[in-house]
């Protein structure tokens, strides 16, 4: 993000004192902070309003905050505060202080098929607690996926998503690579499908650490994706081969439930530690403050925010893309795989989405 829009960030706010800044990204920066008396570490996504109103980008930040407060799982990130000042708009955060799982696969850290599967089913285990609830995440990939020093992993981002009651936007946006083919057509009615198809996308990610498809500029992987065509090498595992291919059918009625992939002997071994999640759809009052600017109530959201002339927007627009092109790494082969783990740095698949500027390339579709 342009640092000019943040550069009256003051040193503190509320009860937390600003350390270090952790990433920059396409509508704000994201900060290591601490509380001022428990001394607890959080991160701090600060939001430039001026440029929120700029972009059109308040109904996205509006409903990741509404959605987000009121999960309450272990393996979903939680929203501690939210903040305001006239300038800014403060989102305070779980701290986690191992990166995205993006930095994961390509630091080596994912050291083994065992590990992806446990990290995998976690994440299952979050969406499956979303899908339960009738949400649809629509952008599930690496660098949502947060990981913590316990081996937990955590999914963030919740800007992209549909929600009752208002599930129907104008328009929806995500990331081509994980795109499902009919959220490059037609959206359906009930989406939940296209994150059965981007959990199979991503899970291929994680165990080969590349993307199924055979390379070419995006207009070529995005016909591979519409036609329902992923390349799988013939040294990934049968078993762990079957499941993606599973995960992602072209026809969304033939993925599997949630449940179904859930269940899958693939994560029979870590079954045993499932948490017990209340059938409850909210979590405890998020606290709010507002610093010189409106009062606004955990449950109104921004709703309040219309007083600085703030209007109701009907889509989420996307910002321009900032990439050029990218070029979609070949799918390993078993003579080549341990030469390119070793240069996964320089992946330009793994390396595009370390933030939201430098993200992949994102898609834009109308519904009809």
């Known amino acids: 993000m342009d640092q000019d829009r943040l550069a009256n960030v003051p040193a503190s706010i509320g009860s937390y004192v600003f350390l270090d800044r952790l990433s920059s990204g396409a509508y704000g ?11 607890q570490k959080v991160a701090i996504k600060i939001m430039n309003r001026a440029f929120l109103v700029e972009q059109d980008a308040f109904i996205s930040l509006e409903q990741e905050i509404r959605i987000q407060q009121t999960l309450d799982h272990p393996n979903i990130v939680k929203i501690y505060d939210i903040l305001y ?23 080596g850290h994912l050291r083994s098929q065992r590990q992806a599967r446990m990290y995998f089913y976690q994440i299952l285990l979050a969406v499956q607690y979303i899908h339960h ?19 937990t992993v955590k999914l963030a981002d919740f800007g992209c998503c549909e929600a009752p009651p208002h599930k129907q936007y104008r328009c ?23 994150d059965i198809w981007s959990l199979g996308i991503l899970f291929f990610s994680m ?30 595992p049968s078993e762990i081969s079957t499941f993606i291919q599973w ?24 079954a045993k530690d499932k948490p017990s999640i209340s059938s409850s759809t909210s979590a405890s009052v998020m606290n709010t403050q507002h610093i010189g600017g409106v009062n606004i109530s955990a449950h109104n959201s921004l709703a309040g925010l219309s007083t600085y ?4 927007k009907l889509s989420v627009p996307v910002l321009p893309n900032r990439r050029k092109s990218l070029i979609v790494k070949p799918a390993q082969t078993q003579a080549n795989m341990s030469s390119n783990q070793a240069n996964n740095k320089n992946n330009p698949i793994l390396k595009a989405g370390i933030n939201n ?5 994102s898609f834009h579709v109308s519904f009809g």
């Open 85 to 107: 000042s006239p300038d800014y708009v403060f989102v305070v955060l779980e701290y986690c202080q191992q990166g995205d799982l993006l930095e994961s696969i390509q630091s």
């Open 309 to 312: 002339g703030i209007p109701n």
């Open 247 to 270: 995960m992602c059918q072209l026809n969304p009625d033939n993925r599997p439930s949630i449940d179904e992939a859930v269940q899958s002997r693939l994560f029979a071994e870590f």
């Open 172 to 194: 929806t946006r995500g990331t081509l690579y994980y795109a499902a083919p009919e959220m490059l057509v037609k959206p359906q009615k009930d989406n939940r499908p296209a």
């Open 29 to 39: 920066d994201v900060y290591v902070a601490e509380h001022k008396m428990t001394k």
């Open 133 to 151: 609830r009738k949400i649809a995440h629509l952008d599930l990939k690496p660098e949502n996926i947060l990981v913590f020093d316990d081996m």
């Open 207 to 236: 165990i080969n650490s590349s993307l199924p498809f055979r390379p070419g500029d995006d207009d070529f992987v995005r016909q591979q994706i519409i036609s329902g065509e992923i390349v799988i090498p013939p040294h990934i």
């Open 357 to 361: 500027v430098k993200s992949m390339r």
